[in-house]
């Protein structure tokens, strides 16, 4: 089974059992402030700040809460959770652990990837030893199946296919901390959140926020997959250029690299050496690098066919818009419409980036209008 592969051992090796110890020689309050002082943001894509959101589930009164480890992991391209779960399983229990510690939660589950059948077993038997520990408050872990919808990785979506209601997202306010699984606060994190908040309570929110950039502190787990040499598993420091991560998984030839997966950004030849982090390149989980040889074409079809398949369909901007910006491409692609005609669909795009109710469609615009800006000649005036 594979195991990350390390630029810098940074994060490191990490005993069973010691995050959460730290933590139980603190106040719930006092764990929450750690992780605020670590600047630590969620691993999940939209990277907003734990400490706070911990704190916003801890101030909760109701004294129903739960804590969910979103393991739906369905971007394209991303795997990195799955190699967590398997290999570092201890780190990601020990913080759903912490977290439940510090906001009074009773109740852990993992919300699986459907695809991920193969790792029930051994999941079921990791979380039923942790169940048999002695803690000094009362938690109990358990597992929840995806059935394989991308959208469901969407905190809201992912509440409602647990509440037992089709998994699309909701309104917020209220946010799932407020009114979440079984209408009680809930608090979402990504598995990599858990596995480093594990790290931060051993080794200090100081060590942490000396790692990587101002806004970007740590390190970062990227699955890297495409036309390189070397795909697999990588943790770099926030910062890092995309040129060193080329570079380090063997990329040759690049033509472009698709950085934060299909909801991410296409990022031609001479942006290389941009920073990857919040507020530059964005630092999702998954690095997807196309040599000279592919059609970029074919692979901005690919995504949209992707996500016009995976839109819930709940409101019209994303399901409408996926749909046109598909139809669109491909009459461009048969010389049916005109420069003109794409105009409208970059329009098309703002509306959606504005509109939709949802990541998946603010999201979509993303590979369109970077693929189509890095290759316009390759795909409007061929
Ligand atoms: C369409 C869509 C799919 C998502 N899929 C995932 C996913 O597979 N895993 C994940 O952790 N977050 C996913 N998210 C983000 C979650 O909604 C949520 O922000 C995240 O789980 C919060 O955890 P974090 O604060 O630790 O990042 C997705 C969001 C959208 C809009
Ligand atoms: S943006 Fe797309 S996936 Fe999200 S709610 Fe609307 S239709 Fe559903």
């Known amino acids: 089974m594979s195991t990350l592969k390390e630029k810098k051992v940074v ?4 005993t069973a059992g010691s995050g959460l110890k730290a933590a139980l020689a603190m106040k719930p309050n006092e764990v929450i402030q750690q992780l605020i002082d670590s600047g630590l943001r969620g691993r999940g894509g939209a990277g907003f700040p734990t400490g706070l959101k911990w704190r916003f589930a801890a101030n909760q009164k109701d004294p129903v809460k739960s804590v969910i480890c979103n393991a739906d992991e369905g971007e394209p391209g991303t ?7 398997i290999d570092h399983i201890e780190k990601v229990l020990d913080g759903m652990a912490i977290a439940a510690y510090a ?12 695809e991920y059948t193969h790792m029930i077993s051994a ?3 990791q979380m039923e ?10 938690f109990r872990l358990s597992l929840r199946m995806g059935a394989g919808a991308y959208v469901c990785g969407e905190e809201f979506a992912l509440i409602e296919s647990m509440n037992g209601n089709r998994g699309e997202p909701r309104n917020k306010p209220p946010f799932p901390v407020q009114k979440g699984y079984l209408e009680k606060p809930t608090l979402v994190n990504n598995v990599e959140t858990y596995a480093t908040v594990s790290h931060i309570l051993v080794k200090g929110a100081d060590w942490f926020a000396g790692l ?10 990227f699955s890297i997959s495409g036309d390189v040499e070397r795909p697999g598993v990588y943790e770099f420091e926030m910062g890092v250029k995309l040129s060193e991560i080329l570079e380090f998984a063997g990329a040759k030839d690049t033509k472009s690299v698709q950085v934060g997966g299909f909801s991410g950004i296409n990022v031609a030849k001479d942006q290389f050496d941009r920073p990857v982090a919040f507020g530059e390149l964005p630092p999702g989980g998954s690095i997807i690098v196309f040599n000279k040889d592919r059609d970029m074409l074919k692979v901005l079809k690919n995504m949209l066919e992707f996500f016009e398949e995976e839109s819930c369909g709940q409101c019209t901007p994303c399901r409408e818009g996926t749909y046109q910006l598909l139809k669109g491409i491909n009459m461009i692609e048969r010389g049916e419409k005109s420069v003109k005609y794409f105009k409208e669909l970059v329009t098309l795009c703002e509306v959606m980036k504005d509109s939709a109710k949802c990541g998946l469609g603010q999201s979509v615009p993303n590979p369109f ?6 290759f316009k000649d390759e795909i409007l005036y061929k």
Not at 11 to 14: A, E
Not at 129 to 138: D, G, H, I, R, S
Not at 212 to 221: A, F, P, Q, R, Y
Not at 369 to 374: A, K
């Open 129 to 138: 030893k942790y169940n048999k520990k002695k803690l000094p408050f009362e």
């Open 11 to 14: 994060l490191g090796s990490y």
């Open 79 to 85: 795997f990195k959770d799955r190699v967590l779960l």
């Open 103 to 114: 906001i009074g939660a009773k109740e852990g589950y993992i919300y699986l990837r459907g």
């Open 212 to 221: 990587g950039t101002d806004k970007s502190k740590g390190t970062k787990i």
């Open 123 to 125: 999941l079921e038997a």
């Open 369 to 374: 209008l970077s693929i189509v800006e890095n």
